[in-house]
């Protein structure tokens, strides 16, 4: 089955890539698991239960079976299945069911219990709970279904001493939508969101949603925390870089630009996963902020092409902000590319295939005499498509430069935004997956490789299916090229050239009508991903069957 889905990884990217994914509230963090209410939604009744009495002791030393191991259970709060669960004589508040249950708690131990119709109800394994987690499972159901209101209940367990209800509310947030969590503003909790940032014992991804709380509900004063992070030299402290410093754009501004891009993005020696933070931060303020017009980060990214070997990672943004200005720059980079830079030439290609100016076309007529494999490989993948429309912000014409560019930063005078009416006041209609999709990709050794890249498959399918008490956060598989980040928003920027797709940077994404995707010159090209993108979905659907099948808990009819 493995290889099977590795077979498939490529078209599935693609597939995915063209469906609208879940909004995430943080754009640098994913969650870990189904949040408790997403339990609830899946089960036909939900309870909190009282154990009474455990199974009979077997005879003889032997082990319980299934059948002999069903312990007593009074359903002490009905949370969902109150018709499913009372009976004709009695309510369901006080009825004794029977699940299959192998621990050794005492009597009178309260638990969370999922129950599906099948006809019967059979129970899933019950999860502990203590008087205090019993008691925030029952307000859940009488929770608003979204908006800030809903969020409002959850911050007040972010970091609790109980990691189920800590890990609940954090996953609440990680998968609402980021206007929702912006419209929180009035109400969040600003000095406890500074000190959890501050304490090194929160993991990195709960890191990163309090920074950007605090992007939202924040202000200067701020920035001489957020300044010591970023200049910091301790790998710990910057574990959530990407976070720490769209954050401090966010409070700062344009003003910030000029340390990130000395610090991360001119500096020849500055580590990978520094660097890499700091374009996803730009990425993020260029699709879903508007402190900075796009016109000057634009000018920030530009920057990269001085640094060959890592070019390839703003290449596909600088296409989808329409940034042709830089095509003379790019055709350079082609033609001196080397063993050290050769996988920026695809990139490069499909910039020029995307650009409407007369003089790309010559170009791309110009640089198939130098690797006309190059050329056939782009032809063969997505192009790149238009880039979402950021929320409208306010140009500042003396702002549209980094401090003491260079001439791979001048003013972008090509640059165009896309047109209006594909962005919204606060957040366009779609979403990109969270991605999450975190993916994992070495860089190639050569361009004729180069669209392997795409193949890397989102690792958040198994966490998401398990259960709230069973999973823990942990980062995501880190590229190679050292280690990128552990975010959900870090998807592999070779990736994205090849699909055509930006890594995923929060809730807010390119329109439905944006994503689509034009397949030109090949028409082998449309045939082939008219099969193979049903197939993949098929392959995929068909694992996730097995896997649930294999990992299905005991159950026993109620």
Same mark, same amino acid.
């Given at each position: %089955?493995?290889? %099977?889905l590795?077979?498939w990884t490529?078209?599935?990217?693609?597939a995915?890539?063209?469906?609208?994914a879940a @909004?995430?509230?943080?754009p640098f963090c994913?969650?870990v698991s189904?949040?408790?209410?997403e339990?609830?939604k899946?089960?036909?009744?939900a309870v909190?239960g009282k154990?009474?009495?455990?199974?009979?002791?077997?005879a003889?030393?032997?082990?319980?079976?299934g059948a002999?191991?069903?312990?007593?259970?009074?359903?002490?709060t009905?949370?969902?299945?109150?018709?499913?669960?009372?009976?004709?004589d009695?309510?369901?508040?006080g009825?004794?069911?029977?699940?299959?249950y192998?621990?050794?708690?005492e009597?009178?131990k309260?638990?969370?219990?999922?129950?599906?119709?099948t006809p019967?109800?059979? =129970?899933a394994t019950?999860?502990?709970l203590?008087?205090r987690?019993?008691e925030?499972?029952?307000?859940l159901p009488?929770? !608003?279904e979204?908006g800030?209101?809903r969020?409002a209940?959850?911050?007040?367990?972010?970091?609790?001493?109980?990691?189920l209800l800590a890990?609940d509310?954090?996953?609440?947030?990680?998968?609402?939508p980021?206007i929702?969590?912006?419209?929180?503003k009035?109400r969040?909790?600003?000095?406890k969101?500074?000190?959890?940032?501050?304490?090194p014992n929160?993991s !990195?991804s709960?890191r990163r949603?309090?920074?950007?709380?605090?992007?939202?509900?924040?202000s200067?004063?701020?920035?001489?925390l957020?300044?010591?992070?970023?200049?910091?030299?301790?790998? /710990?402290?910057?574990?959530?870089?990407?976070?720490?410093?769209?954050?401090?754009?966010?409070?700062?501004g344009?003003d910030?630009? !000029?340390?990130?891009?000395?610090?991360?993005?001119?500096?020849p020696?500055a580590?990978?996963?520094?660097?890499y933070?700091?374009? %996803?931060a730009l990425?993020f303020h260029g699709q879903e902020?508007?402190?900075?017009?796009?016109?000057?980060?634009?000018?920030?990214l530009r920057l990269?092409?001085?640094?060959?070997e890592?070019?390839d990672?703003?290449?596909p943004?600088?296409?989808? =902000?329409?940034?042709w200005?830089?095509?003379?720059?790019?055709?350079q980079?082609?033609k001196e590319a080397?063993?050290?830079?050769s =996988?920026?030439r695809?990139?490069v290609?499909k910039?020029?295939?995307?650009?409407?100016?007369?003089?790309?076309?010559?170009?791309?007529?110009e640089l198939?005499?130098?690797?006309?494999?190059?050329?056939?490989?782009?032809n063969?993948?997505f192009?790149?498509?238009?880039?979402p429309?950021?929320?409208a912000?306010?140009?500042?014409p003396?702002?549209? /430069?980094p401090a003491?560019?260079?001439?791979a930063?001048?003013?972008?005078a090509?640059?165009?935004?896309?047109?209006?009416?594909?962005a919204?006041? /606060?957040?366009p @209609?779609?979403?990109?997956?969270?991605?999450?999709?975190?993916?994992?990709?070495d860089?190639p050794?050569e361009t004729?490789?180069?669209?392997a890249?795409?193949?890397?498959?989102?690792e /958040?399918?198994s966490?998401?299916a398990?259960?709230p008490?069973?999973?823990s956060e942990?980062?995501a598989?880190e590229p190679a090229?050292p280690a990128?980040p552990?975010?959900a928003?870090? @998807?592999?920027?070779?990736a994205?050239?090849?699909v055509g797709?930006?890594?995923?940077?929060?809730?807010?994404?390119?329109?439905?009508?944006e994503?689509?995707?034009e397949?030109?010159e090949?028409?082998?090209?449309?045939?082939f =991903?008219?099969?193979?993108?049903?197939?993949a979905?098929g392959?995929?659907? %068909?694992?996730?069957?097995?896997?649930?099948?294999?990992g299905?808990? !005991?159950s026993?009819?109620?």
């Amino acid at each position: %089955m493995r290889r %099977m889905l590795s077979k498939w990884t490529l078209p599935l990217c693609v597939a995915l890539a063209l469906v609208p994914a879940a @909004a995430l509230a943080c754009p640098f963090c994913s969650g870990v698991s189904l949040t408790l209410s997403e339990e609830m939604k899946t089960a036909t009744a939900a309870v909190v239960g009282k154990l009474v009495s455990l199974p009979p002791a077997p005879a003889d030393g032997q082990p319980l079976t299934g059948a002999d191991s069903k312990a007593v259970f009074e359903i002490v709060t009905v949370l969902k299945g109150e018709d499913l669960l009372k009976t004709a004589d009695a309510p369901a508040v006080g009825r004794q069911i029977d699940v299959i249950y192998f621990g050794q708690d005492e009597p009178g131990k309260l638990f969370f219990l999922l129950g599906n119709d099948t006809p019967n109800v059979s =129970w899933a394994t019950p999860i502990p709970l203590t008087e205090r987690s019993a008691e925030y499972a029952a307000k859940l159901p009488g929770l !608003p279904e979204t908006g800030a209101d809903r969020l409002a209940f959850f911050q007040d367990y972010f970091e609790d001493t109980e990691e189920l209800l800590a890990r609940d509310a954090y996953d609440e947030f990680a998968k609402a939508p980021y206007i929702e969590v912006k419209q929180l503003k009035e109400r969040m909790q600003h000095d406890k969101l500074v000190a959890r940032i501050k304490d090194p014992n929160v993991s !990195p991804s709960r890191r990163r949603l309090y920074l950007t709380m605090l992007g939202v509900c924040g202000s200067k004063d701020d920035l001489p925390l957020l300044e010591e992070i970023v200049k910091s030299q301790n790998p /710990e402290q910057k574990s959530a870089l990407d976070a720490t410093i769209a954050c401090y754009l966010t409070l700062n501004g344009v003003d910030g630009l !000029p340390l990130i891009e000395e610090l991360f993005l001119k500096k020849p020696d500055a580590e990978y996963t520094d660097t890499y933070a700091a374009i %996803m931060a730009l990425r993020f303020h260029g699709q879903e902020e508007s402190q900075i017009p796009r016109e000057r980060l634009v000018a920030s990214l530009r920057l990269m092409l001085d640094r060959p070997e890592l070019a390839d990672l703003v290449i596909p943004d600088l296409a989808r =902000w329409q940034d042709w200005s830089a095509m003379d720059r790019l055709v350079q980079l082609f033609k001196e590319a080397d063993e050290q830079s050769s =996988w920026v030439r695809v990139p490069v290609i499909k910039y020029l295939k995307e650009c409407p100016l007369p003089e790309a076309k010559a170009h791309i007529e110009e640089l198939a005499k130098i690797d006309p494999k190059v050329v056939q490989q782009a032809n063969s993948f997505f192009p790149l498509v238009g880039a979402p429309a950021p929320p409208a912000a306010a140009a500042d014409p003396a702002a549209t /430069e980094p401090a003491a560019t260079d001439t791979a930063a001048t003013a972008p005078a090509a640059v165009t935004n896309p047109p209006a009416e594909g962005a919204a006041s /606060e957040a366009p @209609a779609d979403s990109t997956p969270p991605a999450e999709t975190q993916a994992a990709t070495d860089k190639p050794a050569e361009t004729a490789t180069e669209p392997a890249a795409a193949a890397t498959a989102p690792e /958040e399918a198994s966490t998401a299916a398990a259960s709230p008490a069973e999973s823990s956060e942990a980062p995501a598989a880190e590229p190679a090229k050292p280690a990128e980040p552990a975010s959900a928003a870090e @998807a592999s920027p070779a990736a994205t050239a090849a699909v055509g797709t930006p890594p995923a940077t929060g809730a807010i994404a390119a329109p439905a009508a944006e994503r689509a995707v034009e397949i030109r010159e090949n028409p082998w090209t449309t045939m082939f =991903w008219v099969l193979a993108i049903p197939l993949a979905v098929g392959v995929v659907l %068909m694992g996730l069957l097995l896997v649930i099948l294999r990992g299905q808990r !005991p159950s026993a009819s109620a």
